[in-house]
């Protein structure tokens, strides 16, 4: 059930510019929660998402953390993955012609533990056409600062986006974390390094606790909430960033159906990840553009542009 | 093939105290249904509890197109899957995972369960018979109360021998007790499901005699299709690397298996 | 329905010294979701409970924020009350006999908006016997530092809880906000100002958006999330608290049962505080209270001090 | 006086598109009601919907010990209501808030409820009667099937007058229209329930009649006791104080509100 949108079909517009990625709906599906899509074939057409955001990739192989590397929360889930993935040489090599084949909107997520590593994983996406932005995970230590997160100080955050920018000339969107105690200096400082968009917000860090074994529940001890039960937070942080910073932002945070989609293109998001949401409903993708379009035929608004940050004003 | 499904519930009864039977209508998955996958069963609407829950196929008609499945109740979404009625439509996505390998000539198989470990050893000793296979099925439980598959595979024909820890039924004492009575030359293959200690004991036959048998593994998920990178394990802590019970598994082969005791 | 626990009595010693505050069991209620406890006396016994920490108070009164003050969310709730309160005068002379009369353990929190103030106010408790401990709310803004949370800056925190203890010679209590990149560092600040104990965690701060109105659904626009939602989070941060502090912490955030309480303190809390769960279940201090006993029989463990922090080794 | 209790649900009964009938035992409860009063009722075992739901008392009947509530399907709270059925044991708190003033000697009343907005005004209607007062009840829906007090009403003895805003029964229009025809020398007090511009409607015949009145107002909730301040209104923009709506409230005399327009 593959459907057409876009300008001229009689439908409203809902195609995004996010910095130069352009994208044929403004709903992505969050790096981690997706694997490379290819997992999620048999529920939903992934040449029609908006973009694929594909598991974060490193310059090595990684193993990943011991298990366990999941929990459920109230109205959430915290996961310790710890970055399992095959390495770029083989995402490029092998994931990507298949994808590009396919038609995918490819967003490669990136994430490295200096700043030469982030910038050499990004030299390497040249000559590999297919590839439709860059999303940045900065919710890695930087092993060279004493294991601080990249995300967590602006000087970082700031360096690594400029080193990426001068090895790349894909749209850069660095997902800035949730964890810190001011996010528009985050946001503020990416721009400066000349990032293209931000995607907002990576998962809060929580832990849980197994009353059995009186041990926590993560192999990594800690882990990344999310899920709904983080939502609140991430509207209040899109919104701020949004009044204050002049970059598209791609939106996500425990968004679980098309009204939740609304309120984040409403306090500023131009267009939606959706990442826990894709393990309870791995249609929800589909359903919320579908979802997008009959709202804005019901309330007559030609272009989603128009609905963005609405209630940021 | 897998698909989400809306199913709709034929009966969702209980057999023991904290054991129950759901059984549903999902037509187009039944057709792909094989013995050791399993389904992702959303359990309520509401945003807590958020995650699908893992469960094995348990029977699956495909002439009906119905799926059953025996589920125990052990936590939240478990509890209010018991408040599935008939007429309910339920949110089913599968078969998910890779099942039991199938042989390719009649042979002589025997299954060994435990508790609700029994389940998925239902639909596959319907297809072993169907595979003209001889079945034998060890039968373990706490109590005689929890044989809730006994009738079932009674019906089925297959050759069943049953163990509780108190005695009330069969043998009395671990189901993998039984394995000393088997003559390990009349068997070609094990098939295992329940507690990793049981599961350890059967490999250690299965080992010592040069057999081949498969087991079927757990591991909490989150998406069921490999997406997540969630439901890791390393088979052996030498491994290297750790493979995912839902989507590699979760059948896998006794033999590259270290079982987790406290499991 | 009373009971006696303690030392002799074939009980489990569940009582607590907390930093110098001794509550009869672990188990609070936290400031702003249990009023001055009158208002749940027809449900619980309040004298019963290990502390009830009243409502925030600030020197003059407050009439609070316009309404809609609060918003349900995934397993949650914002509120965005304004620190409504009639003044800490009227609390001294009116309500606090009363509770003191009842026998009541009160913890007084306590908010302000410049040193000063803080100061001010902790001196006005001179000579009004039945304060068990003071609660120091540091989510507020410093107004005469444009308006910067007290609670996200180590300086802030160390120097009002200075100006407080040089005022009052009851123990202290920050209550931290998780609003911060760095949880510990703040803790730490807490610690050299001379605090008795930390209270962790306040609201995380969120927002929620109503897509009828397109506007934000809180009157103040952002607003205070609490609930299991936060949890996480919780746990996680009085765990990092924990192994780097060495001071007793009330730990709480989404706590709804007993075994939510026991990973609090197996975390590191030393005590707990329900906060949202009164709203859905007004016994619910009592219930977790009955829990811990019965769990600490059934266990053999004789005293509470025996499991704290036991997961954070 | 007020309790928490677990009520034993004996009926949930569908009366219109959206509007369902519960009625459950809690004598404790029922000892204690008071027309006007609410009840918070917990929805969902679940973390998610958190919070209870305040509904009015819609009727009580102390002697059997049983209270109901008329409520509409609105959101994720109310829809998740309509599971509950007969035997179900539900968590109810209450009777809480201020209720209604009772007149002091007999006298005529006016009761003018719309939509859902009818729920408290039954039992009031109910005590009026007991009160030996004149009651007459000005009754408005968007259309016929939506009355669904009406019977009940009927059964009371009280006199009725409905109207429907598609003129399916009664009245065709605004409820309030009936106000004209009411003489207001014969009414000492009227109570009005329902959306806000037709309380305003009520308030402002009240004022220029210089006659007494009350309604009850709504506000989203936490803990209805007045411990959160969650339910903070001013009920004149003038009004330095915000009142609790829980504690305060939910009843106030209809000259101290300035109504407001989109609710
Ligand atoms: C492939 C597979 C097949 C299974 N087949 C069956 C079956 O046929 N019958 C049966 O009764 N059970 C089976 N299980 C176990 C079943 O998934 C859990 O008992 C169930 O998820 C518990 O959910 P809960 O909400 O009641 O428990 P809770 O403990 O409240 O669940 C909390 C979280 O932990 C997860 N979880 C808890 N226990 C397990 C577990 N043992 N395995 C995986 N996740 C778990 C839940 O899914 C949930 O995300 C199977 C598990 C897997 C992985
Ligand atoms: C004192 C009082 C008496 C009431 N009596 C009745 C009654 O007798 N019958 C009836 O049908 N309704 C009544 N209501 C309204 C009823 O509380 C809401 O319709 C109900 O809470 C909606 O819950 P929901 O989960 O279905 O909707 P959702 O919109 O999903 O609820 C989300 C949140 O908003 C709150 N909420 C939504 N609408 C309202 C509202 N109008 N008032 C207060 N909170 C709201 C919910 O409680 C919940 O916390 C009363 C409200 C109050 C304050
Ligand atoms: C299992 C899992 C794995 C994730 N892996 C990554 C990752 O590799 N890189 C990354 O930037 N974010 C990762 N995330 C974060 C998500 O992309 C997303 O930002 C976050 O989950 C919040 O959105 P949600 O609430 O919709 O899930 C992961 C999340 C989950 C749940
Ligand atoms: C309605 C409401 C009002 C609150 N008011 C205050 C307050 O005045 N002072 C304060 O320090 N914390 C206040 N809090 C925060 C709580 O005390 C508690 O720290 C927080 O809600 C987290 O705990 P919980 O998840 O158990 O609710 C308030 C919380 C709620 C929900
Ligand atoms: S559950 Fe997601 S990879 Fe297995
Ligand atoms: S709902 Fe808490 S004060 Fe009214």
Known sequence: ?313 | MSFLAKGRVLKNQQLADDLYELEFLAPQIALKCHPGKFMQIRVSEQDDPLLRRPLSLYDVDVDSGSISLLYKVVGQGTRIMTSFKPDDTIDVMGPLGNGFTMPNYPLNAILVGGGVGIAPLMYLARWLILLDCQVKVLYGANTAGELVASDRFSRLGVELEVATLDGSAGYHGPVTDLLKDQDPHEVDSFYTCGPEMMMAEVAEYVACNYLWGECSLEEHMACGVGACLGCARKLKPADVDYVKICKDGPVFNVQAVEFMMGR
């Open chain 1, 1 to 313: 059930m593959k459907k057409e949108y876009g300008q001229g079909t009689g439908q409203p517009d809902i195609s995004v510019n996010l910095g130069g990625l352009s994208m044929k709906n403004p709903v992505a599906v969050a790096s981690g929660t997706f694997g490379y899509g290819f997992e999620y074939e048999d529920f939903i057409d992934i040449s029609g998402i908006g973009g694929v955001i594909v598991k974060g990739t490193t310059l090595e192989p990684r193993p990943g953390n011991p298990p366990p590397r999941i929990a459920e929360t109230p109205a959430g889930m915290l996961n310790a993955i710890g970055l399992e993935n095959p390495g770029v040489d083989v995402f490029l090599n092998e994931y990507l012609p298949v994808l590009r084949e396919k038609g995918v909107t490819v967003i490669l997520n990136i994430a490295g533990n200096t700043v030469e590593e982030y910038a050499r994983l990004a030299a390497k996406l040249k000559g590999h056409p297919g590839i439709a932005g860059v999303e940045l995970n900065i919710s890695c230590p930087n092993v060279k600062e004493g294991g601080l997160q990249f995300g967590t100080d602006p000087v970082m955050v700031k360096t690594v986006v400029e080193a990426i920018k001068a090895e790349c000339s894909l749209p850069i969107i660095p997902k800035l974390s949730p964890n810190v105690t001011d996010i528009v200096a985050i946001a503020q400082a990416a721009q400066e390094g000349g990032a293209d968009a931000l995607a907002m917000i990576n998962t809060l860090m929580g832990m849980a606790v197994d009353i059995r074994t009186k041990r926590p529940v993560l192999g990594n001890v800690f882990g990344g909430l999310s899920g709904p039960a983080i939502k609140p937070v991430a509207l209040r942080m899109i919104y701020q960033v949004y009044r204050e910073i002049d970059l598209p932002i791609l939106g996500g945070g425990g968004i679980m159906n098309f009204t939740d989609a609304l309120e984040f293109i409403l306090v500023g998001a131009s267009a939606v990840s959706i990442g826990t949401g894709n393990f309870v409903n791995p249609c929800l993708a589909d359903e919320i553009v579908d979802g997008l379009i009959e709202y804005m035929q019901e309330n007559q608004i030609a272009k989603l542009t128009d609905l963005v940050g609405a209630a940021a004003v």
